[in-house]
């Protein structure tokens, strides 16, 4: 089965630098979530849309934004990276009707970034 | 606010012994209660999900859980745990289906061979 596909599985940045992170959802999924996993942390939702609309945004710094595209996967865009946001940054997707067994998260597996 | 409360950061079972991890969570009614697990330097894979009906709930790799609302709490339970099973493992909820999932501290579980 097809799954939320993340890419780049692995980034270096600089401090100062940007990065772009992409989010491939389930296909006819239509709701992204980002997530934040410091090390030794656990996840901290950053920001997800819902039919390309931010739907929800949670402890997103103001240096990061986010959108959803026509075709429904998603970008976060990082600007003037600092050392704290290393971190692993998960995608979620889900089909946004909360009928019940339909309902259900799907991780991707991850985008590590390392700011050096 | 919604929140998860994982009381044990690590616990340490020897393989073959049975595994509780618990979880309890504030919220004025019924959230929907999920456990995942994460091996170090991975993503994080459902084990189990509840939304209504039975409270036991059976998931992936032999893992159950059982919500108890009295106790406002959705302990993950295994009768024989495996060396492999050796991960992080996350209790989350979510207020409704199309809301964000809000995760706990998370458990360390360590296996003893």
């Known amino acids: 089965a097809a799954g939320v596909i993340q890419s780049p599985r692995h980034l270096i940045k600089e401090k100062r630098e940007t990065a772009t992170l992409k989010c491939y959802p389930i296909p006819r999924h239509d709701t992204v979530y980002w997530y934040q996993q410091g090390p030794g942390q656990d996840p901290q939702f950053l920001i997800s849309?819902?039919?390309?609309?931010?739907?929800d945004k949670g402890s997103i710094p103001d240096r990061f934004s986010a959108q959803q595209f026509s075709d429904y996967h998603s970008e976060l865009n990082m600007s003037s990276l600092e050392l704290g946001d290393s971190a692993l940054y998960f995608c979620?997707?889900?089909?946004?009707?909360?009928?019940?067994?339909?309902?259900?998260?799907?991780f991707g597996s991850g985008t590590r970034l390392t700011v050096v | 606010a919604q929140s998860v409360t994982q009381p044990d950061i690590h616990i340490t079972v020897s393989e073959g012994a049975s595994l509780e991890l618990r979880c309890n969570y504030s919220?004025?009614?019924?959230?929907?209660l999920f456990w995942y697990v994460q091996s170090p330097g991975q993503g994080l894979q459902l084990l189990l999900k509840y939304f209504s009906g039975d409270t036991l709930v059976q998931g992936i790799k032999g893992f159950e859980a059982e919500f108890k609302r009295s106790q406002s709490s959705f302990n993950l339970r295994k009768p024989s745990v495996h060396w492999s099973d050796a991960a992080e493992y996350f209790c989350a909820v979510a207020l409704g289906g199309d809301d964000k999932i809000i995760f706990g501290k998370g458990t360390r579980l360590h296996i003893l061979p």
């Open positions: 849309f819902y039919e390309k609309m931010q739907s």
């Open positions: 979620a997707s889900s089909l946004g009707t909360g009928l019940g067994e339909l309902y259900g998260y799907t």
């Open positions: 919220y004025g009614a019924t959230p929907y």
